[in-house]
């Protein structure tokens, strides 16, 4: 499949109006998001996530390396005008009516503002009823939405969102989910950055992980969260030899599960004969999985060592 | 065309600022003002009496053209100076807006080239400076013209002349902009622009009382390059007031101005391509 975007090699530092290195944002990132993926970048604050999207943008320029985006160079309009970008803090014109911006974004995308498409577009981000008020009474959330409407003028091949739930109500961000997977069954790429894991985690296929500006860890969700060789098993209610599952290897684990750790699939099941000739009768079996805060833990302290 | 969309949404920014709609409300109000304090007794084309607030002011008669001459050529420096402090302090927030975070990163995500940008936002200004300046001495014409039967496109040409002027101001205004987001050094280096230009415009007669120096030097270097806007605006004035102009000195002039507009343009946008956001 193509390329949504790749970077190679991307190194972006940070001077001082004197010219001396004031910090390295990006210390040399590999990356490539195939078309029609989930991509998610987290990592703490500073580690260069806004700066990574800046570059693959044309909004900064790369000090060394290479960005392709959708097969072109990002300073090429032509490639733009296949983006949406939602920014992490979009400044608004306060005066303007939500309709007259999206009208405003139609026109420098060089496209036809017409008001259907634009009702349409307010209605699927829960702005229907503001078409008519002024931004400056909008809420935080309100913004945000009407951010993601611009980011979605003219129908994407790659949404680029920076903290697209920010600011969002819980049921907010359950529409803005939805909407997101509704993009993503079209065939749209989504890039998403932002510090709320579980977020990252719902709507996200594929994770990077960026620590002071270099791509620590990368893969799918599932690879990432999963622990290499250590099973979770659940037995069937009812009297269970602890002491003899124990004696087999067995760990409790949380809510009446219990783990084990194979090396492969006869190890696997030669531990599960010995616990069911102790009498439990297995019912559920799954990999061991973390969730992405153990996994970006892990990573950075990793990544600090 | 992506510049006029730029300069368009311009347009609409500014209709929605305090600035302006004062400054539309005042011109608007004056002129109404005009129309009905104004009593102008016209007798075969000779203004034979003058009331305003029902007061006589007295004057000879004189033909109507003539007796208009003086009040367009008030009304021509009112709109040129007057235009270019009121440009220079309410367009001094208009570059650092569209350089505000979380603006200009969405701007640029767009499919919209740099300059694009900073030719629409100039070419919005300008227009904006001229719609004011138009607005303002077109009114006064059709004012003056209902009430002596004068008619004349001078006095507008003229406000076009000065809304040009107001453009190789906001040039500079503009390339300071790109180096550093503030409103307040956007003003400050268009006031002084304005005053490099009214210096220039005695150039002559200010080098010949300065001692020889790099002062000197200095000096004579800078106001070669700016346009001399004191004769900007005396030609306006001639030209809004019928008085006798060269062509050819004002066709240099205009020149020089663009120029030196075009060359503060082409360093901002020089600068612009390379800036990080």
Redesign the interface.
Known sequence: MPAAFAVTSLHKRFRTRLGRTESVALDGVDLEVPRGEAFGLIGPNGAGKTTFIKCLLGIAHPDRGAVELLGGRPEDPRSRARVGYLPERLTLPGAWTPRAFLASVARLKALRPERPGLDALLRRVGLADAGERRIRGFSKGMRQRLGLAAALVGTPDLLVLDEPTDGVDPLGRVEIRQLLAAELARGATLFINSHLLSETERICTRIGILSRGRLVRSGSLEVLTRVQQRWRVRFAPGPVAAEALVALGFEPAEGGAWEIAAPDAPALNRALDGARTTGALLVELDRASRDLEDVLTEALAAGAA | ??SL??A??LL??AA??RWFLALGLALTGLLLLLLISLRLEVVDGALAATRLFGQPLHHSIQAADVALRPVFLVASQLVFWGGLCFGVLSCADFGPALL??????????????RWELLAGTFLGVLALALAGAVYASAGLVLVLGAKTGVWTGWPVVSAVLAALAFGSVYAGMLAVTVWVRSAALSAAAGASLVVLGLLATHRAALLDVMGPGVGRTFFAGLTSVVPPLGKLADAAGALASSAPFAPGGLVRLLAGTLAFAAALLAVAVWRFE?R??
């Not at chain 2, 505000?100 to 080239?113: A, D, F, M, N, W």
């Open positions: 065309m992506i969309a730029v368009r949404d609409l920014e929605a600022r505000s975070p979380g603006r200009i990163e969405h701007l640029l995500s767009l499919p919209v080239r390379r990080d956001f």
